[in-house]
Nanobody, 119 residues
Framework: QVQLVESGGDLVQAGGSLRLSCAAS????????MGWYRQAPGKQRELVAA???????NYADSAKGRFTISRDNAKNTVYLQMNSLKPEDTAVYFC?????????????WGQGTQVTVSS
């Protein structure tokens, strides 16, 4: 059974920083792309940033210049460093990963971590 567990969400003032982590565990053979999505109340889930196993990154326009995605392949972990946070960054942040595990290949989601940015 593959699991993704996020951590690092918190309440922070505008202009502050947070670092989210997401660790994958289970009978994992390979992890390809990993990413962070977010969903604000009443809105659709949207991609924030993604990173391939080779380190190529992709960011939403809203994240460019403020957020940095990285991964530690040895630890099956992906991070999202968020700086200069704005109230509009408030959302539940979800980790996603394309994983080849004992049962085959699938996309997995974490349970989400709440980020709240106060003005």
């Amino acid at each position: 059974q593959v699991q993704l567990v996020e951590s690092g969400g918190d309440l922070v003032q505008a202009g502050g920083s947070l670092r989210l982590s997401c660790a994958a565990s289970g009978r994992i053979f390979k992890i390809d792309a990993m990413g962070w999505y977010r969903q604000a109340p009443g809105k659709q889930r949207e991609l924030v940033a993604a990173v391939t196993s080779g380190g190529t990154t992709n960011y939403a326009d809203s994240a460019k210049g403020r957020f940095t995605i990285s991964r530690d392949n040895a630890k099956n972990t992906v991070y999202l460093q968020m700086n200069s946070l704005k109230p509009e960054d408030t959302a539940v942040y979800f980790c996603n990963a394309d994983i080849v595990a004992l049962g085959g290949r699938d996309f997995y989601w974490g349970q989400g971590t709440q980020v709240t940015v106060s003005s």
